[in-house]
């Protein structure tokens, strides 16, 4: 069942979460690919945004395309693409960063080098984070560094199994240095900067589907977008109903294929 609170048919653009929404990492979810291929044919514009650090932008894009969702590169924002992006405007040669391949992909793209004597600590995923790692962190900090996170997630799902996302990673730096993060990833003001600047979309024609309440669902409406939540992810139909203020869906899609008949 789909609950709808608006019409579908005025929305040109969409603009998809990954993980959780569009995929699980290894399978997409059924009747994705034939969807997004459906939505294409009805002349509706494409996008993705997600806090994804495993790959770069490109990586995403050629990953997408090998599941049989054809897509370029310039389709994709990520949270570290902003936040490297974050990072060249203000003018900084390097960074300590801690995340995988995706983010020092998109850091070496903009020219930015990591380093262990930098005056800004960026954090991520990171499957090979360490007690070593954290301490380096810590140390920057101390020495005056600023703490930045390229998302605010809790957990990750990834094929049924939950993994600690971006959260643990800098709460433990915050925990120990008594700093605050900033937010890069979702649902930041910085973000919304990136992704209105590099989709050509109206907000008020654009739908963005997401899994998750705490931060897919508050992003969208940051960035004046309707929102919908897909109940294959994070968050259960019953948590979506129940949801209040900025985390509450416009529509809630328990069956990804009912989009395209809808449009
Ligand atoms: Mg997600």
Redesign the pocket.
Known sequence: MTVIYFNYKNVKTFIF?????VWNWNHLFPNMAETIKKLKAKNRKIFYVSDNNILSRKGLAERLTQMGIPTDTEAIVTAPYAAARYLKEKKIKSVYAIGEKGLMDELSNFNIQISEKSEIVLTSIDRGFTFWKLKTACDLIRDGAKLYSTGSAPLWRVNGDILPAELPIQKAIEVVTGETATILGKPSDYLKKIVLEEFFLFPEDTLFI???IKT?MPFAHKCSFRSALVTH??TSHKKALDAQGDEKPDAIINDIKELANLI
């Not at 979460?17 to 929404?21: A, K, S, V």
């Open positions: 979460d990954l993980d959780g929404t997401g899994d998750d897919d992810g994070l």
